[in-house]
């Protein structure tokens, strides 16, 4: 039997980074998407981020499969703006000062989280 191969997984702390850099990306370029607090509480921030898209995007992914598929994967854009604005009320509601002011906001602030985070994590597996 051959051993399948499988890209190395980052560790949790340098996804945690990666995930606190991208937020904080989205902070300076995306007018509504703002922050006000110390690195302690971006990294506050992105573990929530995360717990976020470990726990609850799956399952709203399932649950709207259809509708990505009718869209040809475009409603995923909306439910990342979605898992933004979700960060943003958990973040608020802890103290974090990371906020989202709305969907517009949260929708181009998750494109960018998404593509600074993809850059930066290909960037540490090589």
Do not use: Q
């Not at 702390?13 to 989205?26: F, S, Y």
């Not at 909306?78 to 898992?83: D, P, R, S, Y």
């Amino acid at each position: 039997m051959e051993r399948e191969e499988r890209r190395p997984r980052l560790p949790f702390i340098v996804r945690l980074l990666v995930n606190a850099l991208a937020l904080w990306v989205a902070t300076r370029l995306v007018d509504g998407v703002t922050f006000s607090g110390d690195w302690m509480s971006m990294l506050g921030v992105a573990l929530v981020f995360g717990v976020v898209n470990a726990f609850v995007r799956p399952i709203a992914t399932v649950l709207t499969f259809p509708l990505i598929i009718v869209t040809f994967g475009i409603f995923l854009m909306i439910l990342n703006g979605l898992m933004l604005i979700l960060t943003s009320r958990l973040s608020d509601a802890l103290g974090f000062g990371f906020h989202v002011s709305g969907f517009g906001a949260a929708f181009w602030g998750a494109l960018v989280v998404s593509i600074v985070s993809t850059v930066l994590s290909v960037m540490m597996r090589k």
